[in-house]
């Protein structure tokens, strides 16, 4: 075969380029009915999305790695999709549940106990959340990605708590997501006013007649809340998108005083994915607790991270992230604590914990601190990265427990601190469920890399 007949080789993509075609003249298209202070918005943050870098925090320019995605036959998706909604299907262990399948409305309910919340589509009435939508200093980062979803998103979900308002229930907010060669940029506000309490559970499954082979889907969305003064959210988060979706998703979050805020993430699908989330402990003596897992396989890839920022007095922040990875699944774990000047008394605490369950997985944690003020309860950081603990086998084994059981012991229990913060017992159910389906899909390759 001569050169000129070999076959093209693909053109090389550095590694922070995604391949999603971009067109600032979709703007024009998205932005025809919409009003002025949104159109400005959109190209503003068009603007930065332009301009800025794939990685803009200098610890982690190394360890970004887009070429995974394919995504250059996709088109972003402009269209209001209206949808029929169906106003049952509420699940008797939940107080409210927002279905959006493929970019469309479908299912909306809400338990009487949950009336006076309010549930709907941002697009509903843009001018009641002018204020939050353009509060993107305070909530959206200076983030590449992120000012791209700020851009072009065209669906959206608005969870409004209003003050003194307790729901005993969790609120359901469903995307079923993966028809190939669309990209769908959705934003999610969710506010809470002083004294409110409520649960979140966001799940991300496979939309009906999703192809895990088909050509690659891109979904990228926000989640930005705001916590009024002693007000508590546990937001719990189960990822189970097909293999042909690459996922970005940006969680930030602002907290008032005595506010506190409970996040449980789970990451088990998808191709490529990167979660980052951004927790500002405004309000003196609140506090965040976060957690998030990876169980990776084959060839995905998984780019964590986590910035928290204390600037109130006493607060309080427990960080912890943890990736067991089979196969040749590579995952980034990064994180970083800001202890601001005016942060006297905090006490914070970053963990993270890569398991690799194969001798091509790999796995990198890179935890770091910056104090602007010595007076800490605590500032501390963890990280480590191996194989299983050979003591903890052979504790187990040494009481009749066979080897293979007792690996998926250690690893289904090493994630399982996100299963237990699920405030609804279903989900709780099904992440188990995933989690032990995706240790037996693996547990031929974990066996014959043991034997090796």
């Known amino acids: 075969m001569t050169a000129s007949a070999a076959r093209p080789r693909p053109a090389r993509r550095a590694l922070d380029e995604l391949s999603l075609p971009v067109d600032a003249s979709l703007l024009d298209e998205l932005t025809a009915d919409e009003p002025g202070w949104l159109i400005e918005d959109r190209h503003a943050a068009f603007d930065a999305w332009s301009h800025l870098p794939g990685e803009s925090n200098l610890l982690y320019t190394t360890y970004i790695d887009l070429r995974a995605a394919d995504l250059e036959g996709a088109s972003i998706d402009v269209e209001r999709r209206a949808g029929s909604v169906d106003g049952g299907g509420l699940p008797g262990d939940a107080d409210a549940i927002m279905e959006?399948?493929?970019?469309?409305?479908?299912?909306?309910?809400?338990?009487?106990?949950?009336?006076?919340?309010?549930?709907?589509?941002?697009?509903?009435?843009?001018?009641?959340?002018?204020?939050?939508?353009?509060?993107?200093?305070?909530?959206?980062?200076?983030?590449k990605f992120a000012q791209l979803t700020r851009a072009f998103w065209s669906q959206g979900v608005l969870v409004d708590i209003p003050a003194g308002v307790r729901l005993d229930k969790p609120i359901v907010i469903r995307w079923g997501l993966g028809a190939p060669g669309r990209a769908l940029l959705t934003r999610t506000?969710?506010?809470?006013?002083?004294?409110?309490?409520?649960?979140?559970?966001?799940?991300?499954?496979?939309?009906?007649?999703?192809?895990?082979?088909?050509?690659?889907?891109?979904?990228?969305?926000?989640?930005e809340v705001t916590l009024g003064d002693g007000a508590n959210l546990q937001v719990a988060s189960l990822q189970e998108l097909p293999a042909n979706v690459v996922a970005f998703q940006h969680r930030a979050a602002s907290l008032g005083e005595a506010a506190t805020l409970q996040w449980a993430l789970a990451q088990l699908g998808g191709r490529l994915v990167r979660s980052r989330v951004d927790n500002r402990l405004v309000g003196d003596r609140s506090s965040v607790r976060q957690v998030e897992i990876v169980f990776g396989a084959?060839?995905?890839?998984?780019?964590?991270?986590?910035?928290?920022?204390?600037?109130?007095?006493?607060?309080?922040?427990?960080?912890?992230?943890?990736?067991?990875?089979?196969?040749?699944?590579r995952t980034y774990l990064k994180g970083l604590i800001t202890i601001e000047r005016s942060a006297n008394g905090t006490d914070s605490f970053l963990g993270e914990f890569g398991m690799n369950l194969s001798k091509a997985a790999r796995s990198v944690a890179i935890p770091s601190l910056e104090i602007d003020q010595p007076d800490c309860r605590r500032a501390a950081h963890s990280s480590s990265v191996g194989p299983i603990d050979e003591t903890q086998l052979f504790y187990l084994e040494s009481r009749g427990i066979p080897p293979d059981e007792a690996r998926k012991?250690?690893?289904?229990?090493?994630?399982?601190?996100?299963?237990?913060?699920?405030p609804l017992a279903s989900a709780q159910d099904r992440l188990r469920e995933l989690l032990e389906e995706k240790w037996i899909a693996g547990t031929d390759g974990v066996a014959g890399e043991a034997a090796a």
């Open 100 to 143: 959006i399948v493929d970019g469309r409305l479908t299912t909306l309910a809400v338990s009487d106990a949950a009336a006076a919340i309010s549930l709907r589509p941002l697009l509903d009435d843009l001018d009641a959340v002018r204020d939050e939508l353009l509060a993107t200093d305070a909530l959206i980062p200076d983030d």
């Open 189 to 223: 506000l969710v506010r809470l006013g002083a004294g409110a309490s409520a649960s979140i559970v966001e799940e991300f499954v496979p939309a009906p007649g999703s192809d895990p082979t088909a050509a690659q889907s891109f979904f990228a969305g926000t989640m």
């Open 298 to 329: 084959e060839e995905q890839l998984f780019d964590l991270t986590s910035y928290t920022t204390h600037i109130g007095k006493d607060t309080t922040g427990d960080l912890l992230s943890k990736a067991a990875l089979l196969e040749k699944a």
């Open 409 to 422: 012991f250690i690893v289904l229990g090493f994630l399982e601190p996100v299963v237990a913060r699920v």
